[in-house]
């Protein structure tokens, strides 16, 4: 994951070198717990784990130019029984953690983040495909920059759009 990079409207950041700690307290005994992983952000709320409501989040360029959110979550669920220390524990044990406890709810949020590592890491070196209108309601996928797709040019084949001008097979 590279610095900075927006995906998919989304911040992606290189993974934090040490667990993510409360870093700021504000009365004794509480703490509000800053988070900048962004998928560690979605699991916690994703079982409960409310963000404070002032700030929510902080924004900031740093001095090299990067731009980093940081989520500030309560301590703990509105229930009290899941804690935030506990579950950024558990994230950060990442394959342990989901061993040990496959039936608890933040097992299936982080499962959910890893699905969709693998599905971003499958889109990072794939190459996309373009449509043509074939003869007749035909349609032509090939990939683009291939020798197929610059036979296609030459031929003069129309590039389409088959989700929006309604050329893509129909469902029975």
């Not at 980093?68 to 301590?75: L, S, T, Y």
Request: with cysteine; proline share 6%; net charge positive.
């Amino acid at each position: 994951m590279s610095k900075g990079n927006i995906v998919d409207n989304s911040f992606v950041f290189d993974e934090p070198k040490e667990p993510e700690q409360p870093l700021t307290k504000l009365a004794q005994g509480s703490f509000v717990y800053q988070v900048q992983n962004v998928d560690l952000a979605c699991c916690l709320l994703s079982v409960g784990i409310p963000l404070r409501e002032d700030p929510p989040y902080v924004y900031a360029e740093m001095a090299d130019n990067r731009k980093v959110i940081v989520w500030n979550f309560e301590n703990e669920n509105r229930e009290g029984d899941l804690k935030t220390g506990d579950l950024v524990k558990a994230f950060s044990e990442d394959m342990k953690f989901i061993d040990e406890n496959p039936a608890h709810p933040f097992t299936f949020a982080m499962c959910s983040m890893k699905n969709r590592q693998k599905l971003m890491e499958h889109l990072k070196d794939s190459v996309p495909w373009v449509a043509f209108k074939g003869r007749g309601k035909g349609l032509l996928l090939v990939k683009k920059g291939s020798k197929k797709e610059a036979r296609c040019i030459a031929k003069g084949m129309t590039r389409t759009d088959p989700m929006k001008d309604g050329s893509a097979p129909k469902r029975k």
